[in-house]
């Protein structure tokens, strides 16, 4: 995958600039850093559970980097550290919510880490049975096809998700209406401890989108560019009014499904040993640097600068107010006024 | 004001709310051009478009989950599940999804949402279409959950419920539907939810009730007054949750016997809350057992008409249960 000439990075004909795809590497590593300190805040005792992402951020950028902030919106999952940050979440904003604070733009401290949501982001408050979300998305695109507005509702989940009912429901009446909505099937391999095999019988999501009347796409999830391309098709077939795609992006799951699972109960030594191979940052940074993009000085540059921003957003998140117990029983239904 | 039944009332206010919001849409199987399978949308498909009133497919799930995304994007959907029993796909996300989205996201997210669930026994429908189900979301924090007997509380209470900023159950008896006319208020008729009527006043003995028996318990009182001097006051719940406690408490102060009549079943039933309510906060005015009727302990209606008939409700029933209690 790696590339050692500089004429195929191939991001010029995507329409992305120099400075494009060294942002999004930049983003990769603000998701991986924000996602490392959380780990380590959890390790400290200040963060309860922590449910990462780490090994998806060059899909989560890729596919999310053709939305448009403020008028797209995303039903995300719980591994859509690096999505959300693309929608707009802060460092900040995600360490709040992971600390439970009272002022967490996703919940107000009432939900666990990792249920990635706000309003004013369009990203659609997030549950945790999985697959629940994948409707919302719908309902949305919906919405939009109604009413007739240039919106595209993305949807993410993982490929042990894609197999509940709720999201044969969802896909399937997308499909009927071709409403503007893309399915992200982020394909780690693994459902907590159960490998795909064990899990989709035909081995493919993407396949199945055929039964739905709408491309299915697969592409590799350690690609960031790869992604983007699929994405970027998708969100025009979306606003064309041509409907739905299936993105499932293959992507390695570097860590244990949460803080609460140790994977080296049920994956082999080795499998476990040879992840980092395959850690999309280190293998997009060598395409950049092949390219002459990514010079040592800007590297250190893009690390000094995230480490100091996610020091700086953990800082201030700390500060944040703690819920306050006389609210808890407020908003579970509009209050005058709202 | 015009003479409408209960089904006819429920389409007024859909096609009002429709003409009045744009926002408002209506979905769910069979809603469009054959106008629902008790024609509750008729005429709506062809005056308002195949998008504001939408075919969906066999799946409730996405019905109740679609919706709710519509609300979360500014709509505000009326979702109809065909047969209230047909809803357990939907539960996950009535009950887990719905019912706590503004809580869990810290008020910023509401959904203004109707679930249409049409219920009730008496149709020939069996097990599976003539389930009361009410309970499994009266006992849901988050939701609403409303249960009209006349034309008029339909009409404005499904008004009410389009308009009001939070997910709104709405429960409409089927045997009601065409049982009878009444008259409905012309103009904006907007029915609150959280209040309920006193359909009848009395004073010897409450009766709570909502749906299909109001209507069974307005026939029971008069055949109470007539044959035994009985003075019945009939309390239509009509909102179950919130719930109008206030009247409910009323209504026994005034007449120390309070009798909850519903067809679901009764274990753990609605009638167990309004019991419950009653004995902690009503017990000094009590003079009988708070006293319950309801639907047999049976996982369902069962179909021969024998065997529905049994199952039933019906106003002897209550007029028998109401004689007992009176005696006490």
């Known amino acids: 995958m790696a590339n050692t000439k500089v004429a195929e990075l191939g991001h010029k004909a995507l329409g992305l600039t120099d400075a494009d795809v060294l942002a999004m590497y930049r983003q990769m590593l603000l998701a991986r850093a924000v996602d490392e300190r959380m780990w380590l805040m959890q390790r400290a005792g200040k963060i309860a559970f922590i449910i990462s992402g780490q090994g998806h951020e060059a899909a989560q950028i890729g596919i999310t980097w053709p939305m448009r902030p403020n008028q797209d919106w995303m039903a995300p999952y719980y591994r859509s550290i690096a999505s959300a940050i693309t929608f707009g979440m ?21 939900q666990m880490p990792g249920h990635y949501g706000a309003a004013r982001y369009n990203i659609v408050s997030l549950s945790s049975p999985v697959g629940t979300q994948v409707l919302h998305a719908v309902g949305i695109a919906m919405g939009a096809w109604v ?24 896909m399937n009446f997308a499909g009927v209406h071709k409403l503007p909505v893309i399915f992200v099937c982020e394909n780690n391999g693994w459902a907590i401890s159960v490998p795909l095999d064990q899990q989709v019988g035909g081995l493919s999501v993407a396949a199945r989108a055929a039964g739905y009347g709408f491309p299915g796409v697969t592409v590799d999830g350690g690609d960031p560019l790869a992604c983007y391309a699929a994405a970027k098709e998708a969100h025009e077939r979306a606003r064309r009014g041509e409907g739905p795609t299936l993105i499932e992006a293959v992507v390695v799951r570097l860590t244990s499904h949460s803080s609460d699972d140790d994977q080296r109960r049920y994956r082999e030594a080795g499998e476990v040993e040879d992840l980092k191979q395959h850690d999309p940052l280190p293998i997009f940074a060598n395409r950049l640097r092949a390219a ?47 | ?43 709506l498909w062809a005056k308002y478009g195949g998008k504001r009133v939408l075919d969906t497919p066999l799946t409730e799930a996405m019905i109740a989950g679609a919706a709710a995304g519509a609300a979360i994007y500014g709509l505000r959907p009326i979702a109809e599940m065909q047969f209230a029993d047909f809803a357990y796909p939907a539960f996950n996300q009535i009950v887990s999804e719905i019912s706590r989205m503004r809580y869990r996201s810290n008020n910023t997210f509401g959904l ?29 924090v988050g939701l ?16 009410a419920a389009v308009r009001d900023s939070d997910p709104v159950m709405f429960f409409e008896h089927k045997k009601t539907y065409r049982l009878f006319k009444a008259e409905v208020p012309d103009g904006d008729h907007v029915v609150p939810i959280g209040v309920a009527d006193v359909a009848r006043p009395g004073k010897h003995l409450s009766i709570f009730c909502y749906g299909y028996m109001r209507f069974c318990a307005l026939e029971a009182a008069e055949t109470l007054a007539r044959e035994d001097g009985i003075e019945a006051e009939v309390v239509d719940l009509r909102s179950l949750r919130p719930l109008d406690t206030a009247t409910v408490l009323a209504s026994v102060a005034k007449t120390g016997k309070a009798l909850v009549v519903h067809e679901a079943n009764r274990f753990g039933g609605f009638g167990a809350e309004v019991a419950a309510i009653i004995a902690e906060e009503g017990f000094e005015h009590l003079d009988g057992p708070v006293t319950r009727l309801a639907g047999p302990e049976v996982p369902g209606v069962p179909f021969h008409h024998n065997l529905e008939d049994w199952f039933m409700l019906n106003p002897a029933k209550i007029v028998e249960a109401a004689r007992a209690l009176a005696a006490y």
């Open chain 2, 144 to 159: 609403k959950v409303v249960a009209p007997g006349t034309p008029a509380d339909a009409k404005g209470l499904l008004k």
């Open chain 1, 292 to 338: 002459g993009l990514l010079t040592t000085e800007l590297e250190e540059q893009f690390r000094a600068e995230v480490k100091a921003e996610i020091n700086e957003a953990s800082k201030r998140a700390e500060a944040h107010p703690e819920p306050d117990v006389a609210n808890a029983e407020r908003w579970v239904y509009a209050e005058d006024g709202d």
């Open chain 1, 147 to 170: 009413k007739g507005e240039d919106v595209v509702a993305l949807t993410s989940f993982g490929e042990g998700t894609s197999n509940q009912g709720e999201i044969h429901e969802a």
């Open chain 2, 112 to 140: 203004p949402m109707v679930i249409r669930m049409p219920y009730g026994g008496g149709v020939h429908g069996a097990l599976y279409h003539s389930q009361s189900n009410e309970t499994y979301f009266t006992s849901t």
């Open chain 2, 1 to 43: 004001m015009a003479e409408l039944n209960i089904l006819e009332a429920i389409r007024a206010a859909m096609d009002e709310e429709l003409e009045r919001d744009p926002n408002v849409m209506v979905l769910g199987e069979d809603v469009g051009k054959k106008g629902g399978v008790f024609g509750a949308t008729d005429g």
């Open chain 1, 90 to 110: 802060t460092p900040e904003d995600i360490v709040t919510a992971h600390l439970a604070k009272g002022d967490d733009v996703s919940s107000g401290g009432r």
